[in-house]
């Protein structure tokens, strides 16, 4: 017999990962348009690029919870590879930020 499957609370903790996730991307943006303010226009554009960037993994992440897909939506390999290149690339620039201080 197949019985319905109840996802419980993992759909809402699946959410509030990605959003802790694009909360540290979104910081990150925001300390490199700060550290770029008057100084250095590649930071200015890094620090758009990533704030940008992690506003739509936000958009996206909500729209995929408020469509009530399953949370192996958010967790396809795909999606998972974006995320880490993203956070690969914002590690970069917050390095390059870092070292040309």
């Known amino acids: 017999m197949n019985t319905p499957r109840d996802p419980g609370l993992q759909p809402e903790r699946t959410l509030l ?9 979104v910081a990150n943006g925001i300390l490199l348009l700060a550290s770029g303010h ?15 960037l992690a506003l ?28 880490a290149g993203l956070v690969l690339v914002v590690g970069v620039f917050d390095l390059y930020a870092v070292v040309t201080r």
């Open 56 to 83: 739509a993994c936000w958009v996206a992440v909500t729209a995929v919870y408020r469509r009530g897909l399953e949370p192996s939506a958010l967790g396809s390999e795909r999606v998972l590879r974006l995320a």
């Open 38 to 52: 008057g100084t250095s226009d590649i930071r200015l554009g890094l620090g758009i690029v990533v704030t940008v």
């Open 17 to 25: 990962a990605w959003r802790r996730t694009v909360l540290g991307l």
